[in-house]
T-cell receptor, first 113, second 117 residues
């Protein structure tokens, strides 16, 4: 069964601290994996995309990793800011000619001053 | 802003009403999508349009009826909805529908928060 699981479900950290969000995926055949950030009241915005051959991708203070063997990905946020408060969604893309995608439930991150 | 707009932003309707959600993208993209986002559930892909043609319908009930008159506009017509249809409805677009949704980066609108009484 194709699925994406994220942990933790929610996380509270202090401003300036680092944190790591986890994503385990089970899809076949795997195409690529993306992390999206969704601010409250807004649609998701793409942060990173990684294919099978990539194991690290950075976007500013966001660094995503991918382990295709264990089918795990993580999103590391460095020196968190209040504006990082959002839901972070992991999305696995898979399939043949047209492909398909499956979303995780997301991790809700709250950054406190 | 992402270049994808949705109206209205909030909608309250009764189960016997008929309403429509509108999405417009200003990015020159060829593919458009409707998603449903319910509380504590993952986003669910509802419909995919590629060059104005519907290419995917993920077993969505017929009380949801999409319409894509051109590659910039997408509508979702609603009728006889149920309370469990209350959710955030998100529209998205991507550049090249020919490549499929495997590789395209999707740009999302802000969503329409729908409440069915």
């Amino acid at each position: 069964k194709n699925q994406v699981e994220q942990s933790p479900q929610s996380l509270i950290i202090l401003e300036g601290k680092n944190c790591t969000l986890q994503c385990n995926y089970t899809v076949s055949p795997f195409s690529n994996l993306r992390w999206y950030k969704q601010d409250t009241g807004r649609g998701p915005v793409s942060l990173t995309i990684m294919t099978f051959s990539e194991n690290t991708k950075s976007n500013g203070r966001y660094t995503a990793t991918l382990d295709a063997d264990t089918k795990q990905s993580s999103l590391h946020i460095t020196a968190s800011q209040l504006s990082d408060s959002a839901s972070y969604i992991c999305v696995a893309y898979y399939g043949g000619s047209q492909g398909n995608l499956i979303f995780g439930k997301g991790t809700k991150l709250s950054v406190k001053p | 802003e992402t270049g994808v707009t949705q109206t209205p932003r909030h909608l309250v309707m009764g189960m016997t009403n008929k309403k429509s959600l509108k999405c417009e993208q200003h990015l020159g993209h060829n593919a458009m999508y409707w998603y449903k986002q319910s509380a504590k559930k993952p986003l669910e892909l509802m419909f995919v349009y590629n060059f104005k043609e519907q290419t995917e319908n993920n077993s969505v009930p017929s009380r949801f009826s999409p319409e894509c008159p051109n590659s910039s506009h997408l509508f979702l017509h609603l009728h006889t909805l149920q309370p469990e249809d209350s959710a955030l409805y998100l529209c998205a677009s991507s550049q090249d529908g020919l490549a499929g949704i495997r590789t395209d980066t999707q740009y999302f609108g802000p969503g329409t928060r729908l409440t069915v009484l």
